[in-house]
């Protein structure tokens, strides 16, 4: 892979000091944290190791990665052991994408009660996939289904939404058969969105009426109970924004339609055009206008702020897995899904075959295309007293 033109290391590092410097009122540790971790990813400030190919004995030295999760370059490698862990346990049944947002209102609140909104997103969107597909009047089968937190839109505002995949069916009540749902159809979306809405709403007066919501600013007058109570009667104006795909492909579809989900950070490198006068130039996607591509140009420091805006709490766990994925029922339930779908049981292999993904801890020799391996490793303070090495692909 070539490297990009222009990455979010070259902006932080161009812009770092100054803008840190702009921004005292409202920067904490967390957000200059990660500026540092990226701009020093893959430099020698962090240190390097060198990999030598086991069959043409080939010899590199690259810089060592931050492994930051907000990183934009240090996603590869966990997405790829991620989509190996979920191979051996996809059915081979249809998948449904479902895609749960919260209204634009609830983002300034949002900002301020990450942790407690994030999580309440989870587990609201959540139950109401549970107990709509456990209606009888609807599918009537337990599912199981994995769910991602975003939370950008393609202009790096903040958008609080979760993807959730699915297979189209699941377990009937008594566990002894596979329901499966119509091929043109999952759950019903207007119910999806109101159940949804309603048991969001419901949780942010338990958050509330429990002290446990933070209102600051603008949000100030919220602390009121007349004030909360009205303000929370908005959110019932309109239908919430709850999106369902059509069941798509089978299970050798799926982790491709995975890849484009999964430990994505806001913006990746490749998006990035132009870096020019202070402003940075990136392409969005005008969903609003037929999916039209345009260009955004923003001053470097708007950017770094919406850039910042999508830092996870501390510890956050941003891919979940719930029903018969959940990870206390998974090693009893989902062998039985893969029995009524007849799926044969997975023999373990010692070596991968052609058509698996290699170990992502190694990274091909160029020359041979041999196993590179680590066989030493450089402090900072010893990569200086070498020659600079050729920045290589393989960083870890």
Not at 41 to 52: I, K, Y
Not at 209 to 218: D, M, N, T
Not at 324 to 335: S, V
Not at 381 to 388: G, K, W
Request: net charge positive.
């Amino acid at each position: 892979m070539n490297r990009p033109p222009l990455e979010v290391a070259d902006i932080v590092r161009c812009a770092e000091e100054s803008f840190i410097a702009r921004s005292r009122k409202w920067i904490r540790w967390q957000h200059q944290k990660v500026l540092l971790a990226i701009s020093r990813c893959r430099t020698a400030a962090l240190g390097g190791h060198r990999d030598q190919c086991s069959d043409c004995g080939h010899s590199a030295i690259s810089y060592n990665s931050c492994r930051n999760r907000h990183c934009p370059k240090c996603q590869g490698n966990a997405r790829l052991r991620w989509l190996q862990a979920r191979e051996r346990e996809l059915l081979p049944a249809s998948y449904v994408h479902v895609v749960f947002t919260l209204p634009r209102e609830l983002a300034p609140l949002a900002l301020q009660n990450k942790r407690l909104i994030y999580n309440l997103l989870f587990h609201t969107s959540a139950a109401t996939l549970l107990e709509i597909a456990r209606d009888p009047r609807h599918l009537g089968a337990e599912i199981g289904f994995f769910s991602v937190l975003h939370t950008w839109d393609q202009r790096l505002q903040h958008h609080p939404h979760v993807h959730c995949v699915l297979a189209a069916g699941g377990l009937a009540p008594d566990h002894l058969r596979w329901i499966s749902s119509r091929r043109s159809f999952f759950l019903p979306v207007k119910v999806l969105s109101r159940v949804f809405r309603g048991k969001f709403v419901a949780g942010l007066k338990r958050a509330f009426h429990a002290h446990a919501l933070q209102f600051h600013g603008s949000l100030l007058p919220l602390r009121e109970l007349h004030a909360f109570t009205a303000w929370l009667r908005i959110l019932f104006r309109h239908d919430w924004v709850v999106y369902s795909k059509r069941p798509f492909g089978g299970s050798e579809h799926v982790l491709r339609y995975l890849g484009a989900y999964t430990h994505r950070v806001a913006i990746s490198n490749h998006r990035l055009v132009a870096l020019a006068e202070g402003n940075l130039t990136f392409p969005w996607r005008d969903s609003a206008h037929g999916n039209k591509k345009r260009l955004m140009t923003l001053p470097v420091d708007e950017f770094l702020r919406r850039f910042l805006l999508h830092l996870l709490p501390r510890g956050f766990v941003r891919i979940r897995n719930f029903g018969f994925l959940a990870n206390r029922r998974r090693a009893h339930l989902l062998p039985l899904c893969a029995q009524f779908l007849k799926l044969p049981a997975r023999a373990a292999r010692a070596e991968p075959t052609p058509n698996e993904p290699r170990d992502p801890t190694f990274w091909l020799c160029p020359y041979c295309d041999g196993e590179m391996k680590l066989v030493e490793r450089f402090t900072a303070a010893q990569i200086q007293l070498r020659a600079p090495p050729a920045l290589c692909t393989g960083a870890a």
